[in-house]
Nanobody
Framework: QVELVESGGGLVQAGGSLRLACAVL????????MGWFRQAPGKEREFVAT????????AYADSVKGRFTISRDIVKSTMYLQMNNLKPEDTAVYYC?????????????????????WGQGIQVTVSS
C-alpha cells in the first residue's frame, strides 16, 4: 500500500520561501503522475502543480506559475514543491497526491477526483 507523507510546511513572511517534500513509502509510483493541491479554509481543494514520476512533463496553476517549482528525486522517492515569493493568498493546507498515468495523459491532472493516493496534508501560512 502506497503512503504519501508531506513535510516542510510552516509559517513564513510574504516574499519568503518554503520547500515542501512528499515522501513515497511502501511502493513504486513509476507509472503514476504526482501532484500538489492546496485547500484554504472555506474553499475547495485546488490544483497547484503536477509532474510525471517518469519525467518530462510538468504543469502549474496560473496563480503559482513562475513562483513555484515541482520536482522529484527518484533515488529518494520524494517529490518537492519549491515555493518562492510567497503571498498571503498562498496560505492553505497543502496535499501531495498520485494519479495513474493514464488519467494524467488524458489531462485529468488538475482534478482532485482523479487522484488515487493522498497525503495527510501540511499547513503553510504566509503572513503579510
Amino acid at each position: 500500500q502506497v503512503e504519501l507523507v508531506e513535510s516542510g510546511g510552516g509559517l513564513v513572511q510574504a516574499g519568503g520561501s518554503l520547500r515542501l517534500a512528499c515522501a513515497v513509502l511502501g511502493g513504486s509510483l513509476s507509472s503514476y503522475g504526482m501532484g500538489w493541491f492546496r485547500q484554504a479554509p472555506g474553499k475547495e481543494r485546488e490544483f497547484v502543480a503536477t509532474l510525471l514520476w517518469s519525467g518530462g512533463s510538468t504543469a502549474y496553476a496560473d496563480s503559482v506559475k513562475g513562483r513555484f517549482t515541482i520536482s522529484r528525486d527518484i533515488v529518494k522517492s520524494t517529490m518537492y514543491l519549491q515555493m518562492n515569493n510567497l503571498k498571503p493568498e498562498d496560505t492553505a493546507v497543502y496535499y501531495c497526491a498520485a494519479i495513474a498515468s493514464s488519467l494524467y495523459y488524458r489531462g485529468s491532472y488538475s482534478l482532485p477526483s482523479a487522484y488515487e493516493y493522498w497525503g495527510q496534508g501540511i499547513q503553510v501560512t504566509v503572513s503579510s
